[in-house]
């Protein structure tokens, strides 16, 4: 009798274990998208590739933007293009420029170039800089 039980046991220990590990199993199986195969709409694009850059480099492994600590906080697609132009102006030998930008209190963009604020892109210091900044809104733009 109580070799008949210490088999039934076994049998119900070996049986929870495989329920564990099959329930295991089909937890990394998330599928975001509904019954489709089809991506949803946030998952059709990667963050640009200077983010993609940025966040490894800071071994942070691929993240929707790239916010270091110091920084101001901006909203993601102001990080993304940061990044865009910080790439644009790190390539530059003759960089002169610290760049930052941050959302401002009543929600719009604040630029700070050299620990300046400037409030619109057309107020920057140099027509260079103008241009870079352009640049990574146009590339940002088309990424999408």
Do not use: C
């Not at 599928?31 to 800071?58: C, R, Y």
């Not at 940061?82 to 963009?109: C, H, M, Q, V, Y």
């Amino acid at each position: 009798m109580a070799m008949t039980i210490m088999i039934l046991g076994g049998v119900v220990i070996l049986v929870l274990v495989g329920l564990l590990a099959f329930m295991f199993m089909r937890a990394n199986e998330v599928n975001l998208t509904g019954k489709t195969n089809e991506k949803p709409v946030w998952m059709h694009s990667l963050p640009p590739q200077e983010t993609i850059d940025a966040t490894l480099a800071d071994n942070e492994g691929v993240t929707s933007f790239d916010h270091d600590a110091g920084e101001k906080l901006a909203a993601p697609f102001a990080e993304q293009i940061e990044d865009i132009l910080r790439a644009k102006l790190e390539s530059d030998p003759f960089n002169k420029f610290n760049i930052d930008l941050g959302t401002a209190k009543d929600g719009s963009l604040d630029i700070w170039v050299n620990g300046k604020k400037y409030a619109s892109v057309d107020e920057l210091p140099d027509e260079g800089l103008k241009r870079a900044f352009q640049d990574a809104v146009n590339k940002w733009n088309n990424s999408k």
